[in-house]
């Protein structure tokens, strides 16, 4: 074969990894209903995305109070790991000490489903849920608000450094999106207006 130029095709090997399922189906989603909670504290939710710097990338990690869509907690680092997505959680947890049974929602990355990052959940008596396979909209709050932070803050925005993110990022959630950006699914209130309204 190789002294005629020959190359054997061959499919590519995938060993599936029953522990992974297994692991996933102890968890499950507790929020296939999708209904709104009652109340805050009930059920949060996270999600992280990158965000681009030159040609580095930056990882911003955030979660949300479902019922009102304020985003309680967030973090923005380098790396894409557990450490990072347990900075906001951390963040979240300080904020607003939620009661024992809220519920986590978020999708099926490493940096949610990690033992380590299981534990801290467990520590502060938090149920996980996770998304359905393939199913992205089962997390559909994160990825619109990643969505809208990123059309209306980041894009055609020259950002230098990672300071600079940092500092822009924390105005636009600290100043504008809980206090300001009106919602059509609460009313046409801000998170922070929606909560005040509804205590």
């Given at each position: 074969?190789?002294?005629?130029?020959?190359k054997?095709?061959?499919?590519?090997?995938?060993v599936?990894?029953?522990?992974?399922?297994r692991?996933?189906?102890r968890?499950?989603n507790?929020?296939?209903?999708?209904?709104?909670?009652?109340?805050i504290n009930?059920v949060?939710?996270?999600?992280l995305?990158?965000i681009k710097?030159?040609?580095?990338?930056?990882?911003l990690?955030?979660?949300?109070?479902?019922?009102?869509?304020?985003?309680i907690?967030?973090s923005?680092?380098?790396?894409?790991?557990v450490?990072?997505t347990?900075?906001a959680?951390?963040?979240?947890?300080?904020?607003?000490?939620?009661?024992?049974?809220?519920?986590?929602?978020?999708?099926r990355g490493?940096?949610?489903?990690?033992?380590?990052?299981?534990d801290t959940l467990?520590?502060?008596?938090?149920?996980?849920?996770v998304n359905?396979?393939g199913?992205?909209?089962?997390?559909?709050?994160?990825?619109?608000?990643?969505?809208?932070l990123?059309g209306e803050?980041i894009?055609?925005r020259?950002?230098?450094t990672?300071?600079?993110?940092?500092?822009?990022?924390?105005?636009?959630?600290?100043?504008f999106y809980?206090k300001?950006?009106l919602?059509?699914?609460l009313?046409?209130?801000?998170p922070?207006?929606?909560?005040q309204l509804?205590?």
């Amino acid at each position: 074969m190789r002294k005629n130029g020959l190359k054997a095709r061959v499919n590519r090997v995938y060993v599936k990894n029953p522990k992974v399922h297994r692991f996933f189906k102890r968890i499950g989603n507790l929020r296939l209903d999708q209904d709104r909670p009652e109340s805050i504290n009930q059920v949060w939710a996270g999600d992280l995305t990158y965000i681009k710097i030159g040609k580095r990338f930056q990882y911003l990690a955030a979660v949300m109070d479902v019922h009102s869509r304020r985003l309680i907690g967030w973090s923005i680092g380098s790396r894409k790991n557990v450490k990072l997505t347990e900075r906001a959680l951390m963040h979240a947890i300080r904020k607003r000490h939620p009661p024992k049974g809220l519920i986590f929602h978020s999708d099926r990355g490493i940096e949610y489903c990690a033992y380590k990052y299981h534990d801290t959940l467990n520590r502060h008596e938090i149920l996980p849920s996770v998304n359905r396979p393939g199913c992205c909209q089962d997390n559909a709050h994160m990825e619109s608000f990643f969505h809208t932070l990123k059309g209306e803050l980041i894009r055609n925005r020259d950002i230098k450094t990672a300071c600079e993110l940092k500092y822009l990022v924390k105005g636009y959630i600290t100043h504008f999106y809980n206090k300001k950006r009106l919602h059509s699914a609460l009313n046409y209130c801000s998170p922070l207006e929606f909560e005040q309204l509804v205590r």
